[in-house]
């Protein structure tokens, strides 16, 4: 017997994703090429989440308001899978919405995060723990239910995306593809996103997504792609990379420079720990010297007028703190004979495994391949157009849309159908990638 699915036409993968691509595009403008890949491919994964470990985050911050941040956010909850948006939700009811049902748990809509998260907002520790939890599976939450005087193991696994003013606590941007909106310039323009009107299209492709990967569970529950990045960061881009290998065409590239990109722009950003920046600055001040004396490291040190070692504490940065700050890697000042006589200072073999494990120098020469190679994939970059972290980008190649619009409703049996054709995805953004 034929079922309605079997009815529909296979869906193309590359063609569907770039059709979600250029439909955000029209509301919405972008900083970069792989911002868009990676908010499109966060989005269809959302379609795939019990073949995933790691349900990656989706942080979307500005600067200020007026950027975009929240009709972006109305583009996800558009196409997503099962979306739950709020702008203020108590732990406890997170839990319970996604424990409902954990099999197929909600997507996670965060708006306004920063009244959540902000300076003004107290921490809210039990929501960023379940945040935090939530991105591995297994990691459930216990809770004592008095009324049944017994324990409750209650599920933390589903996607999530946060959208707000600012920077987001560290520990949840650690585990996200963070995107940094930014306001229109004069003479970049969207078109007014209306819901009653276009959201039907938002639904067919939603619908289309759904389908797509429902198909493929078993392929991307198996799936264990070549990840250009590693540790956190790799599990966190495993499931969109993983749907992007699936896609095909442009896809797969794009997915890994994306990757490469976004992780690199996240880590040299000014929200790095504290610690980190530390032993990055102390490395900027070593220069060529084999050792320092603590003074003199101190004074290199606050002499950075953007650094913040001047203004740390009341008289900036003094030696004990400084001892301190570095206890935790391990690195301890001792007496060293100078030419000036023996004084308290450092060595740089004292910083070496540190520098190479928490902030180690990029090994891609300039012109080299960053990412690994996707066989019978050939990438195509814009020639001047480059990451934040100077990397050429891979930009994914629109497939050709028929200028059809929708005529029937998703579902519907004996039915082949596209979403209506929409401005090419890259007109006019072939340097927005500098941003």
Not at 35 to 49: D, S
Not at 234 to 261: F, H, I, N, S
Not at 298 to 322: H, I, Q
Not at 395 to 403: H, M, Y
């Amino acid at each position: 017997m034929t079922t309605p699915d079997d009815a529909l036409e296979p869906v193309d993968g590359a063609e569907l994703l770039d059709d979600v691509a250029r439909t955000i595009t029209r509301y919405v403008i972008l900083p970069s090429t792989s911002a868009l890949t990676a908010v499109v491919l966060w989005i269809a994964a959302t379609h795939a989440v019990p073949a995933w470990n790691c349900a990656p985050r989706l942080v979307i911050r500005a600067p200020e308001k007026r950027c975009g941040k929240s009709r972006l956010l109305d583009m996800i909850e558009g196409m997503c899978h099962r979306p739950l948006m709020t702008t203020n939700a108590s732990p406890s009811a997170v839990y319970r919405s996604i424990s409902k049902k954990p099999s197929d748990p909600p997507t996670l809509l965060i708006d306004e995060a920063d009244t959540i998260f902000g300076a003004k907002a107290g921490d809210n520790e039990d929501l960023r723990g379940l945040l935090n939890a939530g991105h591995q599976r297994g990691r459930h939450t216990i809770r004592y239910s008095a009324a049944r005087d017994d324990v409750d193991h209650l599920q933390t696994f589903a996607m999530a995306a946060l959208a707000g003013i600012g920077v987001m606590p560290d520990t949840i941007e650690d585990r996200a593809a963070v995107i940094r909106m930014r306001r229109r310039a004069p003479g970049e323009s969207v078109q007014p996103y209306r819901v009653r009107r276009d959201g039907p299209d938002l639904d067919v492709l939603r619908d289309e997504l759904n389908r797509w990967l429902k198909a493929h569970m078993d392929e991307l529950t198996e799936a264990t792609p070549d990840m250009p990045v590693e540790d956190r960061a790799a599990d966190t881009w495993e499931p969109m990379v993983a749907v992007a290998d699936l896609a095909g065409g442009q896809w797969p590239r794009a997915a890994r420079k994306a990757a490469v990109a976004l992780t690199s722009d996240r880590d040299a950003g000014d929200e790095a720990s504290l610690h980190t920046r530390l032993l990055s600055d102390c490395r900027t001040a070593f220069q060529d010297a084999d050792a320092l004396p603590t003074a003199e490291l101190l004074v290199r040190l606050k002499g950075d007028s953007e650094a913040p070692w001047a203004t740390y504490g009341v008289n900036g940065l003094s030696a004990m703190k400084l001892g301190n700050l570095l206890r935790d890697f391990e690195i301890r000042s001792s007496n060293i004979r100078f030419t000036t006589g023996q004084a308290k200072g450092y060595t740089r073999s004292d910083f070496a495994d540190a520098w190479s494990r928490y902030c180690p120098q990029p090994t891609t020469a300039p012109g080299e391949e960053g990412v690994p190679a996707v066989p019978g994939v050939r990438a195509q970059v814009t020639p001047g157009t480059a990451s934040p972290s100077g990397t050429a980008q891979a930009v994914p190649t629109p497939q050709a849309v028929p200028g059809l619009t929708c005529d029937a409703t998703a579902g519907t049996a004996g039915t082949a159908w596209r979403p209506r054709a929409v401005p090419d995805l890259f007109d006019g953004d072939t340097n927005r990638e500098t941003a």
